[in-house]
């Protein structure tokens, strides 16, 4: 059964940084791509960044670019989220999300198959 477990949420003032952790297990396949997504209270799941396993093009949010980064070790089936610059308004629980196909576009969920519990992120002002 395939996982994605997520780690490395919190709770930290505006301008802070946090890194997040997504670990995959279970699959007996090669990603397409993994990404992060996002949902604060009363809002629809967003897209946050993306990257694609193999070659390691990365795609953001318009919101974030700037001041996230996400980056893969491959050998260890983990994908990353720096967040850097933290905003109150970042403040959502964060998913990341598995594609085992090629398919696209990668800021839409539909493309995902696979997804995570989810992990807090909190940002104070």
């Known amino acids: 059964q395939v996982q994605l477990v997520e780690s490395g949420g919190g709770l930290v003032q505006a301008g802070a940084s946090l890194r997040l952790s997504c670990t995959a297990s279970?699959?007996?396949?090669?990603?397409?791509?993994m990404g992060w997504f996002r949902q604060a209270p009363g809002k629809e799941r967003e897209f946050v960044a993306a990257i694609t396993w193999n070659i390691g093009n990365t795609y953001y949010a318009d919101s974030v670019k700037g001041r996230f980064t996400i980056s893969r070790d491959n050998a260890k089936n983990t994908v990353f989220l720096q967040m850097n610059s933290l905003k109150p308004e970042d403040t959502a629980v964060y998913y990341c999300?598995?594609?085992?196909?090629?398919?696209?576009?990668?800021?839409?969920?539909?493309?995902?198959?696979?997804w995570g519990q989810g992990t807090q992120v909190t940002v104070s002002s």
């Open positions: 279970g699959h007996t396949f090669s990603w397409f791509a």
């Open positions: 999300a598995g594609a085992s196909s090629f398919r696209f576009p990668l800021r839409g969920r539909d493309t995902y198959d696979y």
